[in-house]
């Protein structure tokens, strides 16, 4: 029975090419899209779950607390990991995780000179019994177990030796001590929240062979035993740090937890936190999911207007059918295996263009996405179930009112559909709301991410190029100075702790001095040409000068160290900027005075509010130099730096990122969403416009004789046009009105998560109604001249 179905079914959707074809085209691209899409996100949701009972792994964050403001941070103390295994029994084990490149880049040289590498981690004897990564050699409990070991990855062991089997043994000068390879490990999965070239072992760094309290710059993992009351175990994490750690937090007036967070759970959860990888706002992947249904769902209603249109053309074939003795239930097989048929062709031709535009798509969404997952049983068994789905969801409506047709007025033409033109009309306004919401939601997000790009920071970051600093050039640091100065590539140069679009070390202010109130504030680690070479604007006071204390001499004296705050840092103690100026503050590790009031400028995410923020003289701690070049050419300019740069440092690259780019960085999330939003949207567009174009070459056949009557009773071709046009253009006009709503949702929920969002606008809103509506009127235009070009003799007389 099935077979004579499938043969009826092929033979009747060869027959109407048309509908066929519209219905194919808008099926596959519907499927691609979803396909590409359920990729994406299935690798997003995979990450950290690859390593054996990754369900008992958990990660420490930090919490400081202080007046009510809490920080959390995700970094811990190198002291928290080896205690815990020791005093807590639930430990099955734990391991620390140190990324250097937070603070400064790493020299390596196998013997063919330096080469500066970012991707440099320590890491404690156990971190391959908590993180079962394949290793190529060596093994895992002994890799990292004593001073001076080091593993690679696979492609860096080919970078330096050729032959990741032959790099064992090696010997890499790391910042010019020998460090042996122990091991050599597959390349991190792009599925892991660590990404690492090199691992060296935590026992060669000072912190791991004197563990401390403080600071908290490592990261902390903790593999539990199975059955762990997990709450149980962090109120003994309480315990043990009131044990270490209550006197000096109650000394300083600060309070502080520890709390856990599963591994798995850190590349999508909370991305105010730093992390070794960059991470995906979890939203994004619920959008880009509701997405994809929808693309899913227009590519259905789609079919689903072309069949119940047609439907009245298949009366006698159902009437005929029906007198030979069908039942219901075998026409609506008949006319379900039709729909499936069709998904199965659309669906075989998915899968062979995602072979073609998965390249593409992985580039556009920042992840490798393959089809072999796809191909396994479980992903072949994910699209029989699509394939089943979409049919029945596509063939089911016009089964049932094509298989519930009486045969003698089926036979006699004379079946009226009944609500048939309510549903189309219904599912043609739910095509253009989602076409026409989709393309606001794109011009939103465009606009906020113009906004981002083109917003006044408060500091000039164009034509400044951060060079990366290492301690070990302080003794030429200012001769370099002077000398990139003198030689005109660069008008103004300083030393920072960091680039100034993420500034991140966290200070208190306390109270005492001429000021009571108690507050976070960020602290900025510079010399004293920061507020020239970022062109920062001084409020009040005067700039640093070469002359004033450094935080290391205020340190040995403890003197009073000069500081500049920002507008925030003064608000939050109830002055004015001149009001300010001379009046001393507790910063923690100083008493200071305060020298200058500097306009409040960004110095992290445009997601977060501006907060306090003191700057002062600290070029120990510095890890960049900011260089501020002249306009012009500056491939010319940065040859002249690179000049003084291998005159004073020839043993380090010469390495440079421009300020703007890095800024523009701090938004690839967002700007990934706008590029699949434009995507998709304009496949929603394409999907609904070709059933559009179904739909009017449908109503055109049906009217025809009329439009031909028309015509020879004189009417024009902008008439023939508005014949056809009218009730779909009202039909739009509604779609429109519900899209509209949809935007000022999506705009209000979606920008409550940037501190500084564009103002409104109705651009967006007309921009994407003038858009759809001229491509509907152009679809409908054409599909108009094709009829107006019809010989109405010919046509009446075949009728």
Known sequence: MWKNYLKISFRNLRKRKLYTGINLIGLTIAIVSFLAICLYIQHEWSYDKMYADYDRIYKFNQEFVSQGESQLVASTPSSLIPTLI??????????LVFDISIFSSVLIDAGEGNQEEKSFAYADENYFKVFDFELLSGSPAHVLAEPNQIVLTRSTAERYFGDAGSASGKILKVEGTDFTVSGVMEDFPSNSHMEFDFLASFKS??????????????????????????????????????????????????????????????HLGDQSLSSIKPGTDIRYLYIFGIVALLLIAIGIINYVNLATAEATERNKEVGLRKAMGAGRGQLFGQFVSESMLLTFGATVLSVLCLYLILPKFSQIGGVPLSTNSLMNPIGIGFMVGLIAIVGLLAGMYPSLILSGMEPIKALANKTK??????????????????????????????????????VSLGYDREQVVALTYHYSMRNVAETMKSEMLRSGAASSISLAGDMPIHIQA????????????????????????????????????????????????????????????????IKEMGWEPEE????????????ARIKAVVGDFYFNSMHEDIGPLGIFRDQGNANVMLVKIPSGNPSATLASLEEVWKKFVPERPFNYRFIDQEYAQLYRSEERVGVIFTLFSGIAVLIACMGL???????????????????????????????????????????????????????????????????????????????????????????????????????????
């Open 86 to 95: 020791e005093e807590i029994p639930e430990v099955e084990t734990g391991t």
């Open 205 to 266: 760094h000072r912190h791991g062979k004197n563990p401390e309290w403080s600071p908290s710059n490592y990261y902390t993992y903790v593999k539990l035993k199975a059955g762990t009351d997990v709450s149980a175990f962090e109120s003994k994490v309480e315990q043990i740090k009131e044990k270490y750690l209550g006197k000096e937090l109650a000394e300083y007036g600060y309070k502080t937890s520890f709390h856990l967070q599963p591994v798995s759970n850190i």
């Open 417 to 454: 559909m009944g609500g048939g033109a309510w549903v189309r009309k219904s599912l043609v306004v739910f095509q253009f709301f989602v076409s026409i919401g989709l393309l606001i939601a794109t011009f939103i997000v465009k606009n906020q991410l113009d906004h981002m790009q083109n």
């Open 506 to 569: 966290g200070y208190k202010i306390f109270p005492g001095g001429d000021n009571q109130r108690e507050f976070m504030i960020t602290g900025y680690s510079t010399d004293e040409d920061i507020v020239k070479t970022l062109n920062l604007a001084i409020l009040a006071g005067t700039d640093l000068n070469e002359n004033d204390i450094s935080r290391a001499e205020a340190n040995e004296s403890k003197a009073i160290i000069p500081i500049i705050l920002n507008e925030s840092a």
């Open 580 to 591: 300010a100026i001379g009046k001393i503050v507790n910063f923690g590790f100083s008493d």
């Open 693 to 799: 174009f179904g739909l009017v070459s449908y109503v055109a056949l049906r009217r025809t004789r009329e439009i031909s009557i028309r015509k020879v009773l004189g009417a024009t071709q902008k008439d023939v046009v508005s014949v056809l046009a009218s009730d779909f253009f009202k039909l739009l006009l509604v779609a429109s009105v519900l899209a509209i709503g949809f935007g000022l949702w999506f705009s209000d929920t979606w920008l409550q998560s940037f501190a500084n969002k564009v103002e409104f606008s109705p651009m967006p809103y007309i921009l994407a109604v003038m858009l759809v509506l001229l491509l509907a009127g152009l679809t409908i235009g054409y599909r108009s001249w094709k009829v107006f070009r019809l010989n109405p003799a010919k046509t009446l007389k075949s009728e």
